[in-house]
């Protein structure tokens, strides 16, 4: 793997930088380098929030992704802004619960995964961007399921820690679908 750039997008409270967390410590437990951008309107909740995560081999010449290998979109806001920005032989990973897909692209990879609807299915809310995650771990290759639990374990807080196993469900089901 040489740099892997990833673009996660959709609205605030959503989970957005949290799910661009989780793949920037998976970088950090497999000693990659790293950048871990967030970015996020003036709204706490309901506002445009973006993530752009880079991973490689090598340093890092600028954390801003403008063209993902990867791109995760959880809104059709940002499925339509973004996905015309994915490289050729890029992957997209979309909540079809939210987003209607209308790409016409053959260049690139499309993964439609009812994330929301998943989510709410298995008592899951808010879980959402984690089973978008197992999705991407099992069709990308990028990290192993042990990386992604050790780094879920690593990045929720401490006063939240009774939703680690719920996460780890998440990612399953993401895996699993």
Known sequence: M???EILLAGFGGQGV????????YCGLMDNKELSWLPSYGPEMRGGTANCSVCISDEPIGSPLVLTPDILIAMNQPSFD??????K?????????TLIENECTRTDIE????PSSQLADDNGLKGGSNIILLG????E?????LDTMKKAVEKVVPPSKAHLISNNFRA????MNN
């Open 171 to 174: 990612i399953e089901i993401g």
């Open 81 to 86: 802004k973004f996905v015309t920005e994915v």
């Open 88 to 96: 050729t032989g890029g992957k997209v990973f979309y909540d079809s």
């Open 140 to 144: 990308s290759g990028i990290f192993t």
């Open 135 to 138: 999705k991407l771990i099992r």
């Open 110 to 113: 499309m993964y439609a995964v």
């Open 2 to 4: 040489a740099t892997t």
């Open 17 to 24: 930088l949290f799910a661009g967390k989780i793949l920037a």
